[in-house]
């Protein structure tokens, strides 16, 4: 069964595309995914993929060619399939399928015409208006979803689960891709290919387009300064003590409280870049950076200057669990303030973080390390933390940054501060 | 002697305006049948109410006015508006919805309008513009001014809340107002003594301690003169005046409405037409002289010239333009 | 900048507005001697003299209809209606000869007048004494209507009705009155036809205007402690309306309620509706909800009045739904 390559719609403006390059070639062999060409939109230059695997039959437009969207550009058949009648080219048997396509495609009939997807077909979808704009300009097939509305009605946080979780719900016409093994846990194997393409997950494209419109377009720039852990500790270890079996402090509960209150005492840091107006907030929303199994994902701890040590643990502690099983609603991770990415867990010394715009500032905590310190005058063992600011230079200067930064810290090295 | 020489001048001031009236009232027995010819046709549409009969109580009121006081009229003011001295063209073209119309198409023969002449409209909310008559008596006060402003609305809006809550403010802020009633006998096809426990208008003027006077509204000359006087009235001390102008139409209510009806018989129509004000007033200009018959049809020839002139000039005007749909709703 | 009451700025508008137009006058009942029937008119008969400050008969369409035709004589009249309710009885001249004596005229007679007066529920004053008339007022081509819900947008947009040459309802609120704020001193006029965000928000759009702008910024509030921020959208103005800030808002909140005084059939938030259904349809991720007066004549008993009114708990409710959080 041939499965027709329109020119898509690569950017949710595009009328038309110019056909830059052919990456395939009439009767190569592709996958799904693959990059079959380079298509230019009136945005930039986009990549058209696969959404089946074959061979590529039936080339219809000519490099440099401009077609209207949803113009059938070519076909992608099975090995030794024929193209329909009055389609074919007459020369599908010169190209021999290539050996890896037909090991990598198993038979396509059941994905194209899963009984599943034709009873769906039959009822239409309920979805919201937003839905159904937010599926078309994504190419997610709204079929594919189950709706948390009433009614089973398709709502917006359907989509914005769908796009955190890979390729569940790949476009309508197109088979379901094979779900790509997360990146870093895989140890390097000799299976003899000298790499792997792997296809971007909607989140890991969502990460890359949000950084790249903040660490291109945000002037950032950086502010480091060096914590003494010791009385914190301290404080942590009393405080621990005290609960007993009533929960536990960490040192990130001290840390998201310790950066709420420094930002109450620095607003010009707790503000959005907005184009012609900058926000200054007067709410403090912390934006907790999680790390999740192929991305990241910041939900928002809100009211974090008023809410006590023990909430923040609670409510961060939940966040991060909701994060890891994808089942944050848009209201958690949406609407924070200022952001707060800790990898001291992860035995960083020192780094700078990128900017959640349209927020001005984050920053970034390293590990907590014990060095020698020279204390009045004698080189004792301390604990000690690295933070570095990152300020989007248009709202935060050097001299800001380091009020807010000088604050922090100093509520960190005297945990007493905070009552302030 | 001065009197001897003065009293032949103040006698032909009279004839003169006697014959004027007659001329208006003319105008407007001409100008009316032929509107109920152009509504039979139908170039006129909607509701169209003919003043025949009544002619001689605008011709006898307007002619007490000066040209910077208001007038405003209920919708039945064709008349007023004709002898006020609005164009028969822009009433006609008015009448047939046309751009050239005195409101420009968007009002009809309900809504006559000219701010130049300050006749501020006919209105066709029975008794809802009789409060807009005390308003502009208001600002006549409020500045200062000695104008005053004539209102005309028929007998059945004596029964509208309205009318007793304008009486009552124009007599208790003392506003220059002459209240002219113009009592036809027949709120569309309801005989006023059949809804009316007071039948005699001017007695309402006893509730609100008002000056009033009963007039023959057939004798275009004695509406003059009970207006004159309201009118000095209202100029020298401020006071409103009750005018109840005994009157009758010789039309149907509305041109939707036959002439007789139900409501009244041929026979009285006809015992009324013999009160005709225009025969009597031409018949009192031809005893004294001042008026003959071949005078008389030129007159009437001259007037209905000018009608018919009116309705080529309405029948040749353009419709409003499409934009005006939109237009005036808001001052911009 | 000065704190004034509602009632304060009202009377601040009308003073400098008197000061500045001789041509301006204020009429209706008890506005004289007795300082108006909520006091909005205190000190103005002293200063500006009975010819300007007219304590009128209790005939609401007779004095109506002075102020019309007072206006089409060319002053600025501006009625106080000692409520709205009241005004009823003066809608003829509203709606017949105010709104339409422009258009029926061809232009030729233009009504600048201000009708005011407090409009909608107070306290236990029963079902005549408590109803919102907006909706059968902003249905009327020719008329502006406007429902400021602060003491700034009360002077502000008192001094653009008067200067306005177009008949303009103002709805003020008895519960509104002794409502305080910052007033900026002089020269402040609000334009007519612009909401006002009242407060920035992401997650749902709450629009309402005059005394139901109060009882939505309590549910942003209580909103925003449950974790959702809401944008309060102040009309403001209901004739014209601004539907370029409505459609901006839903656009980037994607849910929208609306809270009005009014019953439900037919109004203003029927308006509202139409118009974010058709201008920001693709942005709706839940159909509008509207929170009303209950469709019931105004009750006494307390216990049923505040059931019957819009209140901050239902406003977070419909929010909570149309968030699917509920």
């Not at chain 2, 011709?59 to 919708?75: E, K, N, T, W």
């Not at chain 3, 205190?42 to 102020?67: K, N, Y």
Request: proline share 6%; glycine share 8%.
């Amino acid at each position: 069964m041939a499965t027709t390559v329109f020119m898509e719609a690569l950017s949710p403006t595009m009328e038309e595309g110019r056909l830059v390059k052919w990456h395939k070639r009439e009767g190569d062999a592709v996958q799904v995914g693959e990059t079959l060409a380079e298509v230019e939109t009136d945005k930039a230059i986009m990549d058209l993929q696969a959404r089946a695997d074959g061979i590529l039959r039936q080339v219809a437009v000519a490099e440099g060619q401009t077609v209207p969207v949803g113009k059938e550009i070519a076909v992608i058949v099975a090995p030794g399939e024929t193209v329909g009648a009055g389609r074919g080219t007459g020369d599908e048997g010169r190209v021999a399928p290539s050996p890896a396509a037909t090991v990598a495609a198993p038979s396509p009939a059941p994905r194209h015409s899963p009984p599943a997807a034709a009873a769906a077909d039959a009822a239409p979808v309920k979805a919201s208006p937003l839905a159904r704009r937010m599926a078309k300009e994504s190419g997610v097939d709204l079929k594919l979803l189950t709706g948390s509305g009433p009614g089973g009605r398709v709502v917006r946080r359907d989509l914005e689960t769908a796009a955190a979780r890979p390729a569940a719900t790949v476009s309508a016409s197109a088979p379901v891709a094979p779900v790509p093994p997360p990146p870093s846990p895989v140890p390097v194997s000799r299976t003899g290919a000298p790499y792997e393409d792997v296809p971007l997950t909607q989140i890991r494209k969502t990460i890359a387009k949000r950084l790249a419109t903040s660490l291109g377009p945000v002037p950032h720039f950086f502010l480091t300064t060096e914590v003494d852990m010791e009385r914190a500790a301290e404080a942590r270890d009393a405080l621990n003590r005290q609960l007993g079996d009533r929960g536990k402090v960490s040192f990130n509960d001290i840390i998201l409280k310790a950066t709420a209150l420094a930002l109450t005492k620095h607003r010009a840091c707790n503000a959005w870049f907005q184009e012609d107006h900058i926000r200054y907030w007067n709410e403090v929303h912390i934006g907790m950076a999680v790390a999740v199994e192929d991305g990241l994902i910041t939900p928002v701890i809100r009211n974090a200057d008023v809410k006590p040590l023990l909430e923040i643990g609670r409510e961060a502690g939940d966040l991060a669990d909701k994060a890891r099983s994808r089942r944050l609603q848009p209201h958690e991770y949406t609407g924070s303030t200022f952001s707060v990415s800790n990898l001291g867990m992860f035995d960083i010394d020192q780094f700078t973080a990128v900017i959640n715009p349209p927020e001005a500032g984050i920053i970034a905590v390293g590990s907590i390390v014990q060095k020698p310190v020279v204390v009045d005058a004698t080189v004792l063992p301390r604990r000690r933390m690295r933070i570095t600011m990152s300020c989007d230079h248009r709202v935060i200067d050097g001299a800001t940054g380091a009020g807010f930064l000088k604050t922090l810290k100093e509520m960190l090295e005297n945990p007493l501060a905070m009552l302030l | 002697m001065a009197t001897a020489t003065a009293q032949p001048a103040k006698d032909e001031a009279l004839l003169e305006l006697q014959r004027r009236m007659l001329r208006q009232m003319l105008l407007v027995r001409r100008f009316e049948e032929k509107a109920a010819e152009a509504y039979a046709l139908g170039k006129i549409g909607g509701f169209c109410h003919l003043y025949i009969g009544q002619e001689a109580v605008a011709a006898g009121s307007l002619a007490a006015l000066r040209d910077d006081d208001y007038v405003i009229c209920s919708y039945r003011e064709h008349g007023q508006a004709l002898v006020r001295g609005v164009p028969a063209n822009a009433v006609m073209a008015e009448l047939f919805g046309k751009a050239t119309g005195c409101s420009r198409g968007k009002g009809g023969s309900m809504h006559l309008f000219d701010v130049s002449r300050r006749f501020m409209g006919g209105h066709a909310i029975v008794g809802g513009h009789i409060p807009l008559a005390a308003g502009l008596g208001f600002a006549i006060k409020y500045r200062g001014g000695d104008q005053v402003c004539l209102c005309y609305f028929g007998e059945a809006a004596v029964n509208i809340g309205v009318f007793h809550e304008a009486l009552n403010m124009a007599s208790v802020w003392k506003l220059p107002i002459i209240f002219c009633c113009e009592n036809n006998r027949y709120g569309m096809g309801t005989a006023f003594e059949r809804v009316a426990a007071v039948t005699d208008v001017v007695e309402h003027a006893c509730s609100y301690d008002m000056a009033a006077e009963l007039v023959n509204g057939m004798d275009a000359m004695a509406v003059y003169g009970a207006t004159e006087r309201a009118a000095e009235r209202a100029r020298k001390t401020g006071h409103p005046t009750l005018l109840e102008v005994r009157t009758y139409r010789f039309m149907g209510h509305s041109m939707s409405d036959p002439l007789h009806g139900v409501y009244r018989t041929k026979e009285e129509v006809e015992e009324q037409k013999k009160r005709d004000p225009i025969s009597q007033l031409a018949l009192k200009l031809k005893e004294e002289g001042a008026l003959d018959g071949p005078a008389l049809d030129a007159l009437d020839a001259e007037v209905r010239a000018v009608v018919e002139a009116a309705v080529q000039f309405a029948d040749q005007s353009p419709d409003p333009d499409l934009a005006e749909l939109t237009s005036h709703v808001l001052v911009e | 900048m000065p704190t004034l009451t509602y009632r304060d700025a009202l009377n601040q508008a009308l003073r400098e507005e008197m000061q500045r137009d001789p041509s301006v006058f204020l009429m209706g009942e008890e506005v004289g001697v007795y300082q108006g029937a909520y006091k909005v008119s205190r000190g103005l008969l002293e200063e500006f003299g009975p010819m300007r400050v007219v304590d009128t008969p209790i005939a609401e369409l007779g004095f109506a209809g002075v102020g019309v035709g007072a206006a089409m004589a060319g002053l600025r009249p501006v009625i106080e209606f000692m409520t709205w309710n009241f005004a009823v009885l003066a809608l003829d001249q509203i709606v017949n000869s105010a709104a339409k004596i422009l258009y029926e005229s061809g232009g030729q007679v233009p009504i600048p007048i201000v009708f005011r007066g407090p409009n909608g529920a107070a306290l236990q004053l029963a079902a005549q004494h408590s109803q919102a008339w907006e909706s059968w007022l902003a249905h009327i081509p020719g008329l502006k209507v406007v429902a400021p819900a602060t003491p700034a947008d009360a002077k502000g947009l008192l001094k653009a009705a008067i200067r306005d040459d177009n008949p303009v309802i103002v709805l003020e609120g008895e519960m509104l009155y002794n409502t305080k704020g910052d007033v900026p001193e002089g020269e402040h006029v609000v334009p007519i036809g612009k909401a006002d965000v009242k407060r920035a928000g992401t997650d749902v759009t709450l629009i309402c205007h005059s005394k139901t702008v109060v009882p939505a910024l309590k549910a942003a509030e209580q909103l925003q402690e449950q974790g959702v921020s809401a944008e309060v959208v102040d009309l403001r103005s209901l004739r014209p309306m601004d539907e370029e800030t409505l459609v901006a808002s839903v656009v980037k909140t994607n849910r929208c309620v609306v809270a009005e005084e009014g019953w439900p059939h037919c109004g203003i938030g029927a308006q509202v509706v139409d118009i974010i259904q058709r201008e920001a349809f693709d942005s709706l991720d839940a159909p509008v909800l509207r929170v009303t007066q209950a469709d019931v004549p105004m009750p006494y008993n307390k216990q049923l009045e505040r059931a019957a009114k819009p209140s901050p708990e239902k406003i977070v409710a419909a929010a909570r739904r149309v968030c699917y959080l509920d």
